[in-house]
């Protein structure tokens, strides 16, 4: 049984840094994708960012370009997403995914397995 488990949100003041976990199991980690999508009440889920497993190649959305970085160790099955420089406008639930796709990532449709999500709320 495939596994998803995120960790790391919580409160933080506009300006600081949070860094979120995606513990995988039951699947070949470095053989997939992973991404992260966030999602605010009443909103659709929206791409965050995607590392690509075939190349190792990360993708971000424009929103928060220059202030997340993606990174993910095979070795321990856990993703990450470094958020600095957090906005309020960042707040939401988030979601780490995965798929065996390497192409159409900032689509939640091409994830095959999601985790439960974790909250990050930003006070401004």
């Known amino acids: 049984q495939v596994q998803l488990v995120e960790s790391g949100g919580g409160l933080v003041q506009a300006g600081g840094s949070l860094r979120l976990s995606c513990a995988a199991s039951?699947?070949?980690?470095?053989?997939?994708?992973m991404g992260w999508f966030r999602q605010d009440p009443g909103e659709e889920r929206e791409f965050v960012a995607a590392?690509?497993?075939?190349?190792?190649?990360?993708y971000f959305a424009d929103s928060v370009k220059g202030r997340f970085t993606i990174s993910r160790d095979n070795a321990e099955n856990t993703g990450y997403l470094q958020m600095n420089n957090l906005k309020y406008e960042d707040t939401a639930v988030y979601y780490c995914?995965?798929?065996?796709?390497?192409?159409?990532?900032?689509?939640?449709?091409?994830?095959?397995?999601w985790g439960s999500g974790t909250q990050v709320t930003v006070s401004s």
């Open positions: 590392t690509r497993w075939t190349d190792g190649y990360t």
């Open positions: 995914a995965a798929t065996r796709r390497s192409t159409l990532l900032a689509l939640t449709s091409s994830y095959e397995y």
């Open positions: 039951g699947l070949t980690f470095s053989a997939y994708t």
